[in-house]
Antibody
């Protein structure tokens, strides 16, 4: 059974940094691309970043380019999202997602809430 | 990358069928068969209903079906049930190597 468990969410001040983690199990982690998707309170889904199975290729939404970095440790079956220069507009539930190929999501985690506020 | 266009809300009575549309461009929906649909109940994570335009993952009810014509994809729910009341989102791969979502459609079962 595929399981994705996010951690690292919380309250952070504007301008601050936070790192999210996603522990994966139930599949061969290194064989699949992974993504982060976020959802602001009361809003729709927004794709954030995708990383290939090897970690050699990454793709980022314009809204987070230069501020967020997606990475993975295949030896630990863990996906990361390093978030810097956070603003109130980054407040959202962040979902870890397993990709089908590199184009579609087939499994979602339960999400981690990130609140950016002073 | 602009969000895909979905009707904000749709409603139907139990037993009826409804269709939710998702309109994009030739750079996303029209250019790839990488269209997916997700169901999200309040406070829950999204669940995959459809992938590759019309494929259903194992465990998803046959009442959910997907299709595409040109730049518009559609999700049809037949035999509406109370438990189908939720938000529905489409997504597509894009020519920019991104994934773009629709704005979401709130389904109300009357």
């Amino acid at each position: 059974e595929v399981q994705l468990l996010e951690s690292g969410g919380g309250l952070v001040q504007p301008g601050g940094s936070l790192r999210l983690s996603c522990a994966a199990s139930g599949f061969t982690f290194s064989s699949y691309a992974m993504s982060w998707v976020r959802q602001a309170p009361g809003k729709g889904l927004e794709w954030v970043s995708t990383i290939s199975g090897s970690g050699g290729s990454t793709y980022n939404a314009d809204s987070v380019k230069g501020r967020f970095t997606i990475s993975r440790d295949n030896s630990k079956n863990t996906l990361y999202l390093q978030m810097n220069s956070l603003t109130a507009e980054d407040t959202a539930v962040y979902y870890c997602a397993k990709m089908y190929g590199i184009t579609q999501i087939d499994y979602w985690g339960q999400g981690a809430l990130v609140t950016v506020s002073s | 990358q602009s969000a895909l266009t979905q009707t904000a809300s749709v409603s139907g009575s139990p037993g009826q069928s409804i269709t939710i549309s998702c309109t994009g461009t030739s750079s996303d929906v029209g250019g790839y068969n990488s269209v997916s649909w997700y169901q999200q109940h309040p406070g829950k994570a999204p669940k995959v209903l459809i992938y590759e335009v019309s494929n259903r993952p194992s465990g998803v009810s046959y009442r959910f079906s997907g299709s595409k014509s040109g730049n518009t994809a559609s999700l049809t729910i037949s035999g509406l049930q109370a438990e189908d009341e939720a938000d529905y989102y489409c997504s597509s791969y894009t020519s920019s190597s991104n994934v773009v979502f629709g704005g979401g459609t709130k389904l109300t079962v009357l």
